[in-house]
């Protein structure tokens, strides 16, 4: 299915983005991996080499999404390497850990140009050239845009106007033959090579500990129980719901039943949430 298709990976040189890269390549894919630094873009590419990866079908370039023009340059880049563009996976964003009450609007901001804002330019100026490939316009979203949970509201603004986002772009372009694909999942576990994970261990608590929230907010999904994905595990996942051509995946499945609920029967729903939460912080305050 992905033989020789040229895939622009958004978010690609580090974390989950670069786990789908590898899984493309090795799938057969010619891969283009975006990161914001060029030093991002060499460990990227260094980890894969280094993992055995089929380098000859990755190549990698550093652009901030976040900024006018970048979209547009990275598809041209694409046009330049790959000959095109295919598809694309967007995996930019940026979470975090916040009491919705005190983030100033610059703060949420940040938030939307980082989860959202950024998508829209690189969307629009590969949007032609996949719907005429059939191909995937695939969206990194998370569970956090589905259910919003304690001291995680701004990045669950954020990755909420993302999933409407990618609805929008799906009623324009999916009549002309492109799939566009919305991922929710829980907290992933990061690979033990990735070249970001000493960074990431640390930063949830610092921002809690800023924000003078609880040390139960810095937990993997803040005080839920929800314990981290497997990357590879949910790669396959992806592309496979890539080649069903599902229009929305989200893992794990109990709390899509959760948000399901939530949307059907608000009240109960919300109720049965606040339990879960409540009971999830009481555990961890005795651990």
Aim: aromatic content about 4%; overall charge positive.
């Amino acid at each position: 299915m992905w033989q020789n298709r040229r895939v622009v990976v958004a978010g690609g040189t580090a974390g989950f983005g670069l786990v789908l890269a590898r899984h493309l390549a090795r799938a057969g894919a010619r891969v283009l991996i975006v990161g914001r630094s060029s030093e991002g873009v060499r460990r990227g590419l260094e980890t894969c080499d280094q993992a055995g990866d089929p380098i000859d079908r990755l190549q990698g370039i550093a652009a901030d999404l976040g900024r006018a023009g970048e979209g547009n340059r990275v598809a041209a880049e694409a046009e330049r390497l790959l000959g095109g563009v295919d598809d694309l996976f967007f995996c930019v964003g940026r979470s975090g850990r916040a009491a919705i009450l005190n983030t100033s609007p610059a703060a949420l901001q940040e938030y939307l140009d980082a989860n959202l804002l950024s998508a829209v330019e690189i969307t629009q100026a590969v949007a032609d050239d996949v719907a005429s490939a059939r191909g995937h316009l695939v969206y990194i979203g998370s569970l956090a845009g589905k259910i919003v949970m304690p001291f995680m509201g701004p990045y669950s603004v954020a990755k909420s106007a993302l999933a409407a986002y990618a609805d929008a772009i799906r009623i324009e372009i999916a009549p002309r033959g492109a799939h566009v694909l919305l991922v929710s999942p829980g907290p992933i576990r990061r690979t033990a090579d990735d070249p970001a994970a000493d960074r990431a261990a640390a930063r949830y608590a610092e921002e809690a500990v800023a924000a003078g929230l609880p040390p139960e907010a810095a937990a993997p999904g803040g005080t839920t129980s929800l314990g981290q994905l497997d990357p590879d595990s949910l790669a396959r996942s992806i592309l496979d719901a890539c080649r069903r051509r599902t229009s929305e995946l989200v893992v794990p499945r109990k709390v899509g039943l959760l948000a399901g609920i939530i949307e059907w029967f608000p009240d109960a729903g919300r109720r049965l949430l606040d339990r879960l939460t409540r009971r999830r912080r009481n555990q961890q305050r005795d651990q």
